[in-house]
């Protein structure tokens, strides 16, 4: 999706050869997005403004949800299964979750500069169960205000 507005009652994507779903620059709300088996991000978010309602992401071959230059997200429920990142936030973003869970991914929660031209990333979650995964803050490269509560 490039350059789009609206609204969606749903997305559901599966065996995709790269990302499941792509968004850049829009601004668009999702009542359910399901992706499974993407070979690399189940979901990339760009330069827009997004809520997501209801997130199911499976087996994603990198991150279930990439979320990076100047994005402002609101993700409401989100579950993700087998992923090697549930959720990286970088690049200027705005991330808000209510409801995180991961199970058998790697990394919960990835933060981190990928790009010089942009600057820290905010994120606040207020609610995650992340079952055996480990987090990484890049704290010493960028400006993070990381709100994390259990």
């Known amino acids: 999706f490039v350059r789009v507005k609206g609204n969606l ?21 999702v009542d359910k997005l399901v992706v499974s088996n993407s070979l690399n991000d189940c979901i990339d978010f760009s330069y827009g403004d997004y809520v997501i309602d209801v997130a199911s992401l499976s087996d994603c071959g990198d991150k279930a949800i990439s979320i990076g230059e100047t994005s402002k997200i ?62 990484f803050i890049d704290k010493g490269n960028i400006y993070i205000n990381y709100d994390f509560q259990k």
Do not use: H
């Open 74 to 135: 609101r993700l409401n429920k989100v579950n993700v299964k087998n992923s090697n990142i549930a959720l990286a936030v970088k690049d200027n973003s705005d991330v808000e979750i209510s409801n995180l869970n991961t199970i058998r991914s790697n990394y919960c929660i990835a933060m981190y500069r990928k790009k010089t031209e942009f600057s820290g990333a905010k994120l606040k979650v207020q609610k995650q169960n992340c079952n055996e995964s480990n987090n």
């Open 9 to 29: 009652k749903g997305i559901n994507v599966s065996d995709s050869a790269s990302d499941g779903v792509d968004l850049d620059f829009s601004k668009i709300k």
